[in-house]
């Protein structure tokens, strides 16, 4: 039943799109998508170039760390002040 529906809908856009038609625009309009489709390029089949550039000038510098802890942090130690942000 589906493939029946599929090829009377397949068949209907073909038959619509190639059969001549009339534009209700007598005045110059806008065209409809079929003739506008008919005017138009064919598709381009060239592929466009998206391959990375790989440039290699230098030795690869790493990520800067964090600076390094010692100690406990501020608050954490009973009697000590909290940090000046609180």
Do not use: N, W, Y
Not at 12 to 27: F, G, K, R, S, W
Not at 77 to 82: A, D, L, V
């Amino acid at each position: 039943m589906r493939a029946l529906v599929a090829l009377l809908l397949a068949f209907a856009l073909v038959a619509t799109a190639a059969i001549p038609h009339v534009h209700v625009h007598a005045t110059g309009g806008d065209e409809c998508a079929v003739c506008v489709l008919r005017h138009t390029a064919p598709p381009r089949s060239e592929i466009p170039d998206v391959k990375p550039i790989v440039s290699l000038e230098g030795e690869a510098q790493p990520a800067p760390g964090v600076a390094p802890v010692c100690g406990a942090p501020l608050g954490a130690i009973p009697g000590q002040s909290p940090p000046a942000g609180a």
